[in-house]
């Protein structure tokens, strides 16, 4: 059986930053399974810019993006096998891939870093009745078919979900020579970029209905129509508001989901607000070793924060390698998210082990506008961020310092909430 | 001319034309969609009846028990899948045990083995810890199965084929008239003669019915909308879980799937429309009702919903006999539920009314063995490296989900009456049938049957038809 | 007084502009965070520009499809003669990247590079 220290799961953006952080800080022994016919992940068909901004000061599209990361593992010499789908992981850390030319085979890792990604909420999921036909698709596959094999999923679009993918596809697709007709939210706030909305709507006249979603699906082989409606509050359809288009496709952007079947099925516990791995500060998730960071923890909006993420995960796995699991006396600090704030990624902090600066990221579950970011250490108020706009789309983070938490041995809970003043 | 032309390669079809093939005979299977398994068959609760549901003494009574004693065997005969996971009638008040045990009457009456009135609340408990609190008793029938119904479809199909039946797709019968000797076919791809014609045309059956005859026919399709819930849901409920019947028919079920998934449904909405097979608003909020009877239904696992119809003749039997007035015409119809269960005893008394009309001889090279595409999850991991090594494609995965490989699609595509459309390599191999539903293998599922059957890739399509998923290629508009 | 409001799209921050225009002179901007939020707030008004990103056809590389951009912004009424351009185009692999596909695209002065290796 082979034998690695570190065993990367999926050679995307969290995979290739995890893998050269990992050799930065001395581990030799690595090895990328992916998937794909290539390293890069999902930023292969994100041909569109925007990326690297926070990382390399400099706008970048995905795949730009994704060659600095490629070109420094090609230059480290990590090793890296391509077509390969990992079948299981136990828990003792044996993964078990599956190619062509090797089969199945086993690989015995001393650490493991999950970076699966995730993968896209399907119509089934939303339950729309109607007919089965061809022609809706999940705007991450249309993007796939669109910008790797250079075919056209359509030429009249209704996209349902504003979040990025669906706004980016929907100028894509009004680039490529389709009329995309409406891009309807069922929430009343977009969960994309504002900049997208800009550069991929406004600038395009293609409408954006709030409080909207689709109703049901006409066509029984091919799409013919959809019908929209606005929705209360509590996202019903209200009736007499229903609107019909006409469209042969509808592109569905309604919500990523963590892959994580691999790690549920070996015994790594879920976080159910993310369903991703509940994680502590170094992103190592209850089975000793095994680490997480990139989509697959929790869905991500900027790839920046991604490759900053998988860089801590890809060096605590490192760290383990060199010198075990690190059990130091001390407290695991509860963190937890509380009015307003869905959730933190880590869940706990144990302050002998975090870095001399922890990264906290949250998400907040609605827009909240001139609100703070209250930070509490038990009951105390530490920070108190004003904060102009807040949103669900938009990932936010605060920092905390393993001085400080040194210092009071008594903090055992750390809450972050949101708060009018 | 040919000696039997069979409308329809649903199941009852495809079983007519395997248990036909046990005889030296010229037919041909005429089905108007482009696959098998097309109509009713593929929507359907996939269930195998125990038999105590159908009307004493009725012909529905008498195949369901016949089919569903022939099912162990024919599983393995023709390498599909099928568990006998058994079925619970649940009762929720006192006032309906006379109803339970009415089932219970007629099941034994029908001739339907070990079937038991459960009182035991702990007893009921253990054996369904996800049963509604209120349960009062329950009708256990260990005879019921689960079967994956397109599998069942297509290996009777398949099996036929290869054992000299003729099969033609998109070929829909527009008319039959009588002629000398037989009957005269008018379809969408020309001219066909022949001396018996059966009806298999699921809901359809009607139309060619009364065509013929002067006795007329109604089929009603009555439309069953279903949730399928994710793999992980398919641990629920260890058996099928019927609610009490009414005139309408079994209620809402729910019940685990022969591949690992849980199905709630179906709803009973009779419509006009023999294509209607959209689901509604109105019969997905219906499926709700199905909490009657278990509890903590994780609904949130709901990865897609379907509707199928079932052809429901006024009468509510099956209607399976040579016409009296239209000789040489073998109607095959009304087959709602027990339709999928008593498809195998269906396919045997057409077959013996055709033998012996047409005084068939035997065919000695039937083979009624039919080995099935290789499912990997039943492979130990020797077993999987070997068939790896010898051929590759086993090693590339196409389906994530369901973690199908690309060695079983090419089988899927290359085998008699292979795949060629997206469904149908879902169907026979559930490539694009798991928690994603075909979001990330559609691509690829493109790109080997264009390279396997030289497909376009913007002719190829979901379902045939006009179903094609591509449209065109970038900035061809421009 | 013209007061024109928009979302900058520099970062995705997307603070929110106001440019104050007397006729065509702008008079005042607030609302950015940063300077690229000012630079984007006069352009936007004056003469707004885009990068457009997009796929061209590969012959004899392991992918069928290059992407594609404007190596700058170009104007933003340019965007469909820029695409139209792009219309038809095939290289020859290998590809690299900043590789030009297309030199002065529309007239803009600006080529269309490859941004991935093929």
Known sequence: MKEYDIVIIGGGPAGLAAAIAARDNGSESILILERDKELGGILNQCIHNGFGLHTFKEELTGPEYAARFTEQVEKYKIEYVLNTMVIEISPEKVVTAMNREEGLFDIQAKAIILAMGCRERSRGALNIPGYRPAGIFSAGTAQRLVNMEGFMPGREVVILGSGDIGLIMARRLTLEGAKVKVVAEIMPYSGGLKRNIVQCLDDYGIPLKLSHTVIEIRGKERLEGITLAAVDDRGKPIAGTEEEYSCDTLLLSVGLIPENELSGAMGVVMNPVTSGPIVNESLETNVEGVFACGNVLHVHDLVDFVSEEAAAAGKNASNYVKNGEQKPNGREIILEGTDGVRYTVPSTINPERMEATQIVRFRVGNVYKNCYIGVYFNDERVLHRKRMVMAPGEMEEIKLEKEKLLLHPDIDRITIRVEEA | ?478 | MEKRELICISCPMGCPLTVELEGQEIVNITGYTCKRGEVYGRKEVTNPTRIVTSTVKVEGGKSDMVSVKTREDIPKDKISECVKALKGITVKAPVRIGDVILSNVAGTGVDIVATKEV
């Open chain 2, 1 to 478: 001319m040919y000696d039997v032309i069979i409308i329809g390669a649903g199941v009852s079809g495809s079983a007519v034309a395997r248990e036909l093939s046990r005889y030296k005979v010229n037919a041909c299977v005429l089905e108007k969609e482009e696959d098998v398994c097309c109509g009713t068959s593929k929507a359907n609760s996939a269930i195998i009846h125990a038999g105590y549901d159908a009307a004493e003494g009725s012909l529905m009574a008498k195949l369901n028990v016949e089919g569903n004693q022939i099912m162990p065997e024919l599983s393995k005969e023709l390498d599909i899948p099928f568990e006998q996971c058994g079925s619970l009638v649940v009762c929720l008040d006192e006032a309906s045990l006379p109803n339970l045990q009415a089932l219970y009457d007629r099941g034994v009456k029908n001739g339907v083995e070990d079937l038991e009135i459960i009182t035991d609340k702990a007893r009921i408990r253990e054996m369904e810890p996800n049963l509604t609190d209120e349960v009062v008793a329950v009708l256990s029938a260990p005879t019921a199965g689960i079967v994956c119904p397109f599998h069942l479809n297509i290996a009777l199909a398949e099996n036929a084929y290869t054992n000299g039946i003729d099969f033609k797709f998109d070929t829909e019968v527009e008319s039959i008239e009588p002629i000398e000797g037989g009957w005269k076919l008018e379809t969408s791809q020309g001219v066909y003669e022949t001396r018996y014609v059966v009806n298999a045309a699921g809901v359809y059956a009607d139309r060619f019915h009364n065509m013929v005859s002067e006795s007329k026919i109604h089929i009603t399709p009555r439309r069953g909308d279903y949730f399928l819930l994710d793999k992980n849901a398919g641990k629920h409920v260890n058996r099928t879980i019927f609610a009490l019947p009414s005139k309408y028919g079994k209620g809402v079920l729910v019940t685990p799937t022969v591949h690992g998934n849980l199905i709630i449904g179906p709803t009973a909405v009779d419509i006009e429309d023999k294509e209607g097979t959209a689901t509604t608003r109105e019969g997905l909020d219906e499926l709700s009702k199905a909490s009657l009877n278990v509890k903590n239904l994780p609904m949130r696992q709901v990865i897609t919903s379907f509707a199928g119809l079932r052809a429901h003749e006024d009468h509510h039997e099956f209607i399976i006999r040579e016409l009296e007035d239209a000789p040489g015409f073998v109607d095959c119809a009304g087959i709602e539920s027990p339709g999928l269960t008593s498809s195998p005893a269906i396919g045997k008394m057409v077959a013996e009314i055709l033998r012996e009309k047409l005084d068939l001889d035997v065919n000695p090279d039937f083979n009624g063995t039919r080995k099935g595409n290789i499912d990997l999850d039943t492979l130990s991991k020797e077993e999987k490296a070997a068939l790896i090594e010898k051929e590759p494609a086993y090693g590339n995965i196409i389906c994530r989900c369901e973690m199908v490989t690309e060695g079983e699609l090419l089988d899927a595509i290359h085998r008699p009456l292979g795949a060629r459309t997206l469904d149908g390599i879902k169907r026979r191999t559930r490539a694009g049938a798991g928690r994603c539903q075909a979001g990330f293998c559609t691509p690829k599922t493109m790109e080997i049957l264009h390279r396997e059957l030289g497909i376009p890739m913007t002719e190829i399509t979901k379902s045939g038809g006009d179903s094609q998923l591509l449209v065109g290629y970038n900035k061809d508009r421009i």
